[in-house]
């Protein structure tokens, strides 16, 4: 008798047991219903018929612009130092191409690390809103596994684009969930938060991994993210997106290979932080499945990209514009030569922002990163240009003399904030005649994009650096017939 009463009592083990998978049931959402999963069904299954005309066209001006960027920052010596480490400290590996280097090669993340270092070394890349740089975390990644495929599996052009837009839209969305993100950011450099998630997301696209291993592959590159703000304006800014590209690339061969990371990283949970450790308010959402045939809402379609027309942060483009205005002035006022002598102050009516607030810049990176020297160049040349950050001109004692005239103000009504900033160069003269310049949008701005024109040409002048002529021309055609090319091998052909 007393065995079988013994029997019929559940052990204080399996109550707790069983108490614990109730509680499980009651908090944790059904897998398909978690924002994670949703980002990882996305990955997996949006085709190519989703793409607008509107989104094809947008990318394939990022791809070109960003591979011109890339292949004239293969020319620095941040680049230099990258690439030289790489082959240093590394088994050769000769799979994946080099910006720049014929007859170089590198295993396909060491290629991804580089060519996204290239990308950045002149902080000459594209820029969207919310801030980040999206292109140069994502193409050299997607570049490298292309050339990792054999001959016979490249990827259509029209599936590396797919990708890559794939790879966009996930750093946009993440963007989105968060309104400190919208402001010029103060703690993390975008790209290496929502750079290395874009990466892997376009990777784990063209790698044709399943829904979950996507989001596997968003889990892991979570792990590998963030930089501080702290080397913005020095050589270590680059790697930033190095890292990105690389590491995103990491993350979605890893889930290749079945490594498991947290099913909820993109979601809200108290007390247990995911992406919200990088936005204090990070309000995430699913991201929806395409309807059918129908193109989908990529943002690309609703907001257009930034695209630099000289090499240095995008808030610099504001205040060359407004002080190129008051160069004209001071020409037709003198007849000829701007003489600082002339002027009394100059006075820049800018965002508050701390690390582009750079009064005497000692380095070309921290050039990059200045107001006062953008504004100064523009008033001395009339524009800011690829040579306005060599040794020479940076020397310059016109261009001293000027930056020791100026003062800063930072008016209520001008954001931190890419999309509502403005900047006024005021210019005051020995003679007491005050002259006004101001940039609401610049040339190559969203709101106001470049021109197919005038971004080819800037891609020329850049790919021209490093390339012949006939190579550049080669990588013009095949990145404007991309999305009709059995096999992306013409783009890597003409990059190798």
Request: proline content about 7%; glycine content about 8%.
């Amino acid at each position: 008798m007393l065995s079988k009463v013994k029997k019929a009592i559940t052990p204080l083990s399996a109550i707790r047991g069983l108490h614990k998978s109730a509680l499980d049931v009651v908090e944790r959402p059904a897998p398909e219903d978690t924002v994670t999963s949703s980002f990882g069904r996305f990955i997996q299954g949006v085709q190519p018929q989703h793409l607008s005309p509107t989104v094809l066209q947008r990318s394939k001006r990022m791809v070109l612009d960003s591979l011109g960027v890339g292949l004239i920052g293969s020319t620095t010596e941040v680049f230099q130092l990258a690439l030289q480490h790489c082959q240093h400290m590394y088994a050769p590996d000769d799979i994946s191409s080099v910006y720049g280097r014929k007859n170089t090669r590198l295993s396909p993340t060491l290629a991804a690390f580089v060519n996204g270092v290239a990308s950045h070394s002149m902080d000459f890349d594209d820029t969207w809103h919310p801030a980040t740089h999206p292109s140069g975390a994502v193409l050299p990644a997607l570049l490298a596994i292309s050339d990792m495929l054999p001959s016979n599996s490249k990827p259509s052009g029209l599936d590396f684009l797919l990708a890559f837009n794939v790879g966009i839209e996930v750093q946009g969305r993440l963007l989105r969930f968060s309104n400190e993100a919208r402001n010029i950011p103060k703690r993390f450099h975008p790209p290496t938060v929502v750079g290395t998630m874009g990466s892997a997301a376009a990777c784990a696209r063209l790698l044709s991994l399943e829904h979950t291993q996507c989001s596997h592959a968003m889990a892991i590159a979570a792990s590998l993210s963030g930089a501080p703000m702290a080397n913005a304006a020095t050589q270590s800014k680059p790697f930033h997106i190095g890292n990105a590209a690389r590491l995103g690339l990491e993350a979605a061969l890893l889930a290749s290979r079945g490594l498991e990371a947290s099913p909820l990283v993109l979601d809200a949970v108290p007390g247990v932080s995911g992406f919200s450790a990088f936005y204090e308010d990070y309000a995430p959402k699913a991201l929806p499945l395409p309807d059918n045939d129908e193109p989908h809402g990529f943002l690309l379609e609703e907001q257009d990209m930034g695209f630099k027309r000289f090499p240095a942060h995008l808030g610099m483009h504001w205040v060359a514009d407004a002080a190129a205005t008051v160069h004209e002035t001071l020409v037709g006022l003198t007849g000829g030569r701007v003489a600082p002598g002339a002027v009394r102050e100059v006075l820049l009516r800018i965002p508050l922002s701390k690390y582009i607030n750079r009064p005497f810049p000692e380095s070309e990176h921290q050039a990059r990163h200045s107001f006062q020297f953008n504004a100064c160049t523009a008033l001395l040349d009339g524009e800011v240009t690829v040579q306005s950050f060599s040794d020479e001109a940076m020397q310059r004692p016109d261009l001293h003399a000027l930056l020791a005239r100026v003062r800063v103000e930072h008016p209520a009504d001008n954001p931190a904030n890419f999309d509502r900033m403005y900047a006024e160069v005021v210019v005051t003269l020995e003679g007491g005649d005050v002259l006004l310049g101001r940039c609401d949008t610049f040339y190559g701005h969203w709101r106001n994009p470049l021109s197919n024109d005038s971004l080819r040409k800037k891609f020329r002048s850049n790919a021209g650096a490093v390339l012949p002529e006939e190579r550049v021309e080669g990588l013009i055609q095949a990145v404007e017939q991309l999305d009709r090319l059995g096999d992306c091998q013409p783009l890597l052909t003409q990059i190798q």
